[in-house]
């Protein structure tokens, strides 16, 4: 098992902060069993007892990556036969919109809520309210409190994912200079368990290379200021930039091509339309793609099985893969594309 969530599931277990489920209905399944399983193993099927109510709660109504992950869950309504109701806070990462949103859906009389936090630990009060309720958790794409009986997470291992984008700029540079990584927002786990990958994998295995790292908020305009800031403290020995998420490394490309450093190699993550574009002009080495479709899709399999009563492992891995100009249309994880898929 992955050490990290095997470490977590310890952590529960050690605490035994168990959530009292007063209102838990017979034979609704709300804590996975510790144990995980890949994706494509995990499988994309399943047949509702009756007609669900699933709330997908994201991070952001405007960004193409969170729009690309309700589209992913509406299509596993539309083929599952049962009903989504998609929410996210008006402005992106927005703590206290979100638990409102949390805290209205207690009494929503949904079955299931999906929710990418957006803060590991600020949600906790809400989802251990909706635990309570009687309400079904899955965490999708981002790992919410783990030491509640939440019956799932479904996503990458943000660790492996930030050893996967320093083993891939690594040979790049290679392997000597300054490397500058953009982080996204201090608090969730998807930021601070990359940079904690990216920075391990580092200093163990590129003794030349020095890496720092720093908050952007996922945001193009402070990806932008940030890279410049950095251009001016390191100069010529900048040698990369690499983002964990968001569109933070697209403005890094727009402040090395202001300052005419285009022989320093930039990567990103996911696959929405900057990113993609950034690549196809070569404005960026690569970026990761995470599995977003897969993510919001098998999340809403995992609660549908929940509710029938069936075992759903505590981690469902989605893949993780380096995208380059060579695979960018097969790996294209933008909205217009997720709508194409079935």
């Known amino acids: ?164 984008i320093a083993k891939a700029i690594g040979p790049m540079i290679p392997g000597k200079g300054k490397l500058l990584v953009l982080e996204g927002v201090p608090g969730q786990s998807t930021s601070d368990l990359r940079i904690k990958g990216i920075m391990e994998y580092v200093a163990k295995n590129y003794p030349n290379l020095y890496a720092e790292s720093a908050v952007t908020m996922w945001q193009f305009d402070r990806g932008r200021k940030v890279t410049e800031d950095y251009i001016t403290k390191w100069g010529k020995d900048l040698k990369a930039v690499v983002s964990v998420g968001g569109n933070q490394s697209e403005g890094a490309v727009e402040a090395l091509k202001a300052a005419g450093m285009s022989n320093v190699i930039v990567g990103g993550f996911d696959v929405q339309d900057p990113q993609y574009v950034a690549v196809k002009n070569g404005g960026e080495a690569f970026v990761v793609s995470q599995g977003v479709y897969d993510q919001a899709y098998l999340a809403v399999v995992a609660a549908v099985r929940a509710l029938n009563g069936e075992k759903v492992p505590r981690l469902i891995k989605t893949p993780i893969a380096i995208v380059t100009k060579a695979n960018l249309d097969k790996m294209d994880e933008r909205p217009e594309a997720m709508l194409k898929r079935r």
């Open 1 to 164: 098992m992955n050490k990290i969530v095997s470490a977590m599931m310890m952590m529960a277990v050690a605490t035994g902060v168990a959530v009292a489920q007063t209102n838990a209905k017979p034979g609704v399944v709300y804590r996975g069993t510790d144990s995980e399983i890949a994706a494509k193993d995990f499988g994309y099927d399943a047949k509702p007892k009756r007609k669900y109510t699933i709330a997908v709660v994201v991070k952001s109504a405007a960004a193409p990556v969170w729009e690309s992950h309700l589209i992913a869950a509406r299509r596993a309504g539309q083929n599952l036969g049962v009903d989504i109701i998609a929410y996210a806070p008006t402005k992106a990462d927005n703590i206290e919109e979100q638990k409102r949103i949390l805290e209205d859906l207690v009494t929503a009389k949904v079955d299931a809520v999906v929710l990418a936090p957006a803060n590991t630990e600020a949600v906790k009060g809400p989802v251990k309210d909706l635990l309570a309720a009687g309400i079904v958790v899955v965490y999708d794409n981002t790992m919410g409190p783990s030491d509640l009986d939440y019956l799932s997470f479904v996503g990458i291992d943000s660790v492996e994912a930030g050893q996967e």
